[in-house]
């Protein structure tokens, strides 16, 4: 069982930029695809990016794409999301997750571990 652990989130104004991290723990780290995805106040959970396994391949969200992009060190079994001109509606609690699989995917029911999450507040 991997085990994820997201950081730095927090509280910015609009334009500015976070990187979030998900350290995973285990040795398969390399072999699997990851996400991230977020979940605001009184909605439900929705994709934002994922990466394969080599981080040769991403897929963003349409309202994150051009602004966040995903990466991944399996030297040191993390991801990031680097998220830059932050808007007010990024706002949610951001959470990375292992895919059952190399590839990626936009699907929650396709990744089967998940981190506990990182909160971003956007202030207008």
């Known amino acids: 069982q991997v085990q994820l652990v997201e950081s730095g989130g927090g509280l910015v104004q609009a334009g500015d930029s976070l990187r979030l991290s998900c350290a995973a723990s285990?040795?398969?780290?390399?072999?699997?695809?990851m996400g991230w995805f977020r979940q605001a106040p009184g909605k439900e959970r929705e994709f934002v990016a994922a990466?394969?396994?080599?981080?040769?391949?991403?897929y963003y969200a349409d309202s994150v794409k051009g602004r966040f992009t995903i990466s991944r060190d399996n030297a040191k079994n993390t991801v990031y999301l680097q998220m830059n001109s932050l808007k007010p509606e990024d706002t949610a609690v951001y959470s990375c997750?292992?895919?059952?699989?190399?590839?990626?995917?936009?699907?929650?029911?396709?990744?089967?571990?998940w981190g506990q999450g990182t909160q971003v507040t956007v202030s207008s």
């Open positions: 285990g040795r398969t780290f390399s072999s699997y695809g």
């Open positions: 990466i394969n396994w080599s981080g040769s391949s991403t």
């Open positions: 997750a292992k895919s059952k699989s190399g590839g990626w995917s936009k699907f929650s029911s396709l990744y089967d571990s």
